[in-house]
């Protein structure tokens, strides 16, 4: 079938069908997202203003059998930092609307105050439904009542009562596999988007999964099959994240000197060992949970898990090292149980974890609760669910909850909470935090690869030499991987293996009918990047804004006594690509 | 003696005297304050960080016979709008240092954490003393403290407890001629920077008013005597001014349609009668209070007032316009007496009306309570002093309360409320709102007087032609007022009388030996404005700043059902200066 967009326009309360324009063909995921709202969005906005648009979209690999190609990228202007936003998530929702042709569900306008509404997708027809019975409900008990109503083979795209508050880090959930709503676009406050639109929930109902047309199909599935092999073979993709998830990073991070504890006083955690994935894995199977699991179909790497509670009953999936390092160590903060439990209450409420742990060490940092105090903490978070002003507040975000308190050392970039990776020891990451169009941003180039995992290379982690030229070619690959909908794991065997660029061009031009080579790949990352800049600066940042906090470049960080001493001048060159970019590249809509 | 800056650090806990530097020797007050801004504090840096410096400076003409030349301008990196901010008082202090030699007063570093001092001023001495005793007092009770220990004569610039909690919306206080902190430099949060600084107080010791050195001092005088004369003879600082304060302009402003209204639904306000000027002067004049008051040595327009409550006891001095609109029509509250009370509590708590009004609308709007509720709004207010989180967020300014309470309708720019004049309907107001480098700021720009006054000319208020020209002449001729340190109110001579401006000039040279003529004047200003539009550059503003949220532009004020159509375009050229500025003028520091 032909690609299509759908339209929603929730002022109106009407969907419509739009034929996919030419000009984005080469267009998916974030690379799509972020296109739409340089194009679409007054950069001025008010982010939950009718103006404001929320964008759905697979890869461009999305609904085919590459391996890896279930992310879904969700996009607007950001509630939390105020600029471009895309957030992307596994689970089955890429899958299915690819395998409609739908390359992109666009929500516009907003519903009538106090009205609530989900959108049913079907092949041939759609519906906005009045939903106020699950006003408030949070996304476990909601997906429940959305499976009674109908099949589970549904995807389903849903926010809880923390995106139906608006609150800046509320994120969207989407259903894996097991129909369970645990992975998370939960970063930049696109809840609070979702939520401003009246929108509760997007359904999609098909059982289609695989089903997206390709140029060449015979030729795409024969370069697929030969990547799972290449992920396969690689040491990362193929053994450390299936046996321990990303929390094997716990231990790594934490022997690197770079695991940010009590609000990024120390880069050692005295109680990492058990809160690692080691332990996690011994837990989950005392416990009779899972490692290895998949969190969409076609996934090769499983890097997710289901942690059980101690009487064997579900009680979080996946757990995850981000998550595990924002509401633990960051929080000074041991117990896995207690850390668990945090995720399950902030998926509930659907807030990001990395966001709200952030708050609450911001929180801790002003003296609200001690350091280490799980319980309190606990509670913390399930006041975001009663939306009192304390909950509102750490729903709000660190930034907020820094501004609210008093608190100076708030560990942000563009409003947005730094994550896992202390940018004093692991200066890399310092580069993509502060200079990344996202925000704060680990995904957005993992330096972490080259710093520490020694894949593709090694650049010390701890010296201010090179980190930019690692961030920026991460992060110009990083967006392309974006694009296609692939999970950034892949990117392990890309940096190592020297056939992986090529199945993935092969892989692009066999599902197109392009012609791209390694410069094409390049250039649109670079078009990607140079978009988003582009939105932002008329969105009101500038190199101002790609800076750290004050702290990190007068605070040692213990044990390497580090600080962070990436000058501003050398920020300042991210963005000075190798290879020449039309100047035009923001205005451009055609990336071919 | 020789014109100085005392420099106070407050990490080593010292203070030094410095030679006052010969290229700032045409600045005072906010061309001051704004000046060493730019060249000494870090455009990126936090702004409750030790980098950030608080300064405190009276005008060029402070401590002279020049009448309404005793505001002192207070400075920093605002911790609530991120860029350059001063904000001026009325009272003693600036002509008490002024006296002493003193031009500035910059306050560097912080204190030891949970250390609270008191900074002595004497003509030959100077000590930080140890004043944890006066920690979480209000400013009423603080300054009776302060009293209790030295004379009232001394000059008190004082932070409350919301300052001590570095809550965004903190003011500064600054004591009147009876020995109250009534006056305020209540915006952009300085209280915060003098609070992180661990500084409650700066006390002047000496009884010197009028001893700042001349050049000339006879011709000084002769000057300073005629435009006594010039100001006296106008209608509005001779006669509207001294009767009913500045509140008499509620009756003025709801006439012309553009009080704000229930947070900017309405242009009039049904119980603007009940908060007006003049229903003010019968209830002062029955319960024994006092118009015609003024609010330094030496004021013959004399705006302010002390207000009693039902007891005949004083209740508030004074009570302006502003702060009654912001607390009452803002809010949908039509009892003086409950805004009164509120005023106390704000001048208490050390909270800026404007703000704290602001965001009580903004959670009006979010439900928290409703619009019209008196009671509700002081017990809100008193929540504040608590530093219970629903008072930080109060606290904090109306940004953050609309985040925090994901409302998009705040009128905030620059992250500052606007005040008592909706931009819709006096358009040249949404002007300065938009570009002045303060934020949202009445004072910046005050086109009240061109588009409803008439003077200084007409340009009708509801229609975008012209307004820009106003708002830049008007913001040109502040910044001199405000370097010069005197009070805005004598604008209103400025652009009627044409004597005005060469008394002006004459008492400029006479005081400091200069030959100024008017483009001196001129130029005076546009460098100032220039050297905050590039500090501000540099600390991350953008023309996107220069903008008014989007309601505006979109929603029909009533009654007369328009919006703000000036351009971005238009309001791009606000600072395209009409006489030649030198290109690198923001980043000179010698403005003879």
């Keep these: 079938m032909a690609a299509r967009i759908l339209r929603v326009n929730m002022t109106k309360l009407q969907t419509e069908w739009q034929n996919f324009p030419e000009k984005y063909k080469m267009l998916g995921g974030r690379g799509l997202t972020s296109r739409i709202v340089a194009d679409e969005v007054p950069p001025t906005c008010h982010p939950l203003s009718p103006a404001n648009k929320l964008i759905v979209a697979p890869g461009l690999l999305g609904g085919t059998t590459a391996p890896q190609s279930g992310r879904i990228s969700i996009g607007g202007k950001s509630p939390l930092t105020g600029g471009v936003k895309e957030s992307n998530a596994g689970g089955v929702i890429a899958q299915k609307l690819a395998s409609l042709g739908i390359r992109a569900v666009v929500v516009e306008g907003e519903a009538p105050a106090g009205e609530l509404y989900v959108l049913e997708i079907e092949e041939n027809d759609t519906r906005l439904r009045r939903a106020d ?3 408030g409900k949070g996304c476990y008990e909601a997906t429940d009542a959305i499976w009674d109503r109908y099949d589970t083979k549904a995807g389903v795209v849903i926010i809880g009562p923390a995106g139906e508050m608006r609150l800046t880090a509320a994120g969207i959930s989407v259903t894996d596999p ?19 639109k009246g929108l509760k929930a997007i359904v999609v109902l098909t059982d289609k999964t695989f089903a997206a047309p390709y140029h060449d199909e015979k030729r795409f599935k024969a370069a697929a099959k030969r990547f ?28 690197a000197g770079a695991l940010p504890t009590r609000n990024f006083r120390d880069g050692r955690f005295e109680g990492a060992e058990k809160v690692s994935g080691e332990r996690m894995a011994q837990l989950i199977k005392e416990r009779g949970g899972k490692t290895g699991h998949p969190c969409h179909p076609g996934c090769v790497i499983k890097c997710s898990n289901i942690y059980n509670d101690k009487n ?11 998550t595990v390092w924002a509401l633990g160590p960051h929080c000074g903060i041991d117990d896995l149980d207690a850390i668990a439990f945090m995720n399950r209450l902030c998926n509930d409420i659907g807030v990001d974890t990395i966001e709200t742990g952030g708050a609450i060490g911001v929180a801790m940092e002003a003296g609200v609760l001690p350091f280490g105090d799980a319980q309190g903490a606990i509670e913390l978070v399930k006041e975001i669910k009663k939306g009192t002003p304390l909950g509102r507040i750490i729903g709000s975000g660190a930034a907020v909850t820094g501004q609210v308190f008093g608190v100076r050392r708030v560990g942000v970039v563009k409003k947005q909470h730094i994550t896992a990776y202390d940018p ?23 330096s972490v690869t080259v710093n520490i995992l020694r894949q593709g290379g090694y650049v010390d982690p701890l010296t201010a030499a090179g980190q930019v030229d690692i961030s920026r070619n991460l992060q110009v690959a990083t967006a392309v991987i974006d694009n296609l909908g692939l999970c950034i794991f892949i990117a392990f ?13 092969e892989m692009i031009n066999s599902k197109t009918g392009s012609r791209w080579t390694e410069a094409d790949f390049t250039r649109l990352g670079e078009e990607i990047l140079q978009t988003e800049r582009y939105f932002n600066r008329r969105a009101g940042f500038s190199e101002a804004h790609d800076r750290l906090p004050d702290f ?7 044990p390497h006594d580090v600080v962070f001493d990436v000058t501003p001048a050398e920020l300042n060159t991210l963005f000075n690509f190798r290879q020449e970019v039309r100047k035009d590249a923001g205005k451009a809509a055609s990336l071919r």
């Design 424 to 446: 004093r020891s692991v200066k890399g990451m310092g580069v993509t935090y502060a200079t990344s169009p996202m925000g704060a941003d680990h995904t957005a180039g993992y």
């Design 552 to 558: 990190f470049a007068e605070e040692k960080l213990p």
């Design 178 to 196: 097991n129909g369970s709503p645990g992975r998370f676009a939960g970063r930049g406050g696109l809840g609070a988007l979702m939520g401003a």
């Design 228 to 255: 799972v092999e290449v992920l396969r073979k690689n040491p990362v993709s193929g053994q450390t994240l299936p046996a321990f998830g990303t929390n094997g990073l716990v231990n790594v991070i934490n022997e």
């Design 493 to 505: 065997s890309f940096l190592e293996q020297e056939d992986s660029l090529g199945l993935l061009l």
């Design 312 to 322: 064997g009953d579900v009680l979080v999936s996946p757990l995850e090292y981000e």
């Design 133 to 135: 019975d699950l006003a």
